[in-house]
């Protein structure tokens, strides 16, 4: 039987706590993403938490070693597609702090190893349509981990802002949903650095305080499904 196994490991070195001999001086973390094929699609998702200097579409690509990389855009509701060795006219720019859709070819561990962003919030927005938007679990929401994350999540955002909020569920090659005010088995683990999905009700912006802000300790996370 195939084992599916996706992991997010995240540590930050601050004042000297800790050093990895291996890294650059100036890198404060690293977040290891266990990437997996399935017996349908292979798409996985990763997040750009950490500042690794990339700007573009096939940096990541490259990265990661996918055959693609997928951004999505909000304005369009629609997913936004580099495919590796594409046409320039496929590249979109890599924005901080965003959750991207990959797919590969075999299984894989990417690491986003780097430094801290400057300050990163998101602008959600609804349209016409759906009001689906993508963002990643800031780095000084670790008070928004762990079992019920997810409801945190929500709370956190406020129910004037938020309807729902997903993640990709690997295994299934699917969308897994937590409704606002739903019932606690639709809750779900979260996780600092992981990409998720939410339904905006209105237009807004999450986090209004610095990512980096609140980042004073060692903290490590992992996730197996």
């Known amino acids: 039987m195939k084992k599916f196994l996706v992991s997010i490991v995240l540590v930050l070195f601050l004042g000297g706590l800790f050093a990895l001999e291996s890294l650059p001086s100036d890198v404060v973390g690293f977040i290891k993403f266990g ?5 349908s699609t292979n798409s996985n998702h990763v997040g750009y938490a950490l500042d690794m200097g990339f700007t573009t579409s096939s940096d990541l690509t490259t990265s990661i070693g996918a055959t693609s990389v997928s951004n999505w855009n909000a304005a369009n509701q629609a997913w ?22 990959c797919d590969i070819s075999a299984d894989t561990d990417w690491y986003c190893v780097g430094s801290l962003f400057s300050p990163v919030s998101f602008s959600f927005i609804t349209t016409a349509s759906t009001d689906a938007n993508m963002f990643t679990l800031p780095l000084n929401k670790t008070s928004l981990t762990g079992a019920s994350g997810s409801s945190l999540v929500l709370a956190d ?20 949903t937590q409704t606002a005010g739903g019932p ?7 996780y600092i650095g992981y990409p998720y999905q939410i339904a905006a009700l209105q237009a807004f912006t999450w986090p209004t305080r610095a990512a980096a802000n609140n980042v004073t300790k060692v903290k490590k996370a992992t996730m197996l499904k």
């Open 35 to 39: 990437l997996v094929t399935t017996a």
């Open 157 to 176: 955002m406020g129910v004037a802002n938020a309807a729902s909020i997903s993640y990709w569920n690997v295994p299934a090659q699917a969308w897994a």
């Open 184 to 190: 606690p088995p639709t809750y779900f683990a979260t």
């Open 80 to 101: 936004q597609t580099y495919v590796a060795g594409g046409p320039p006219p496929t590249e979109f720019a890599v924005t901080d702090g965003m959750g991207y859709a």
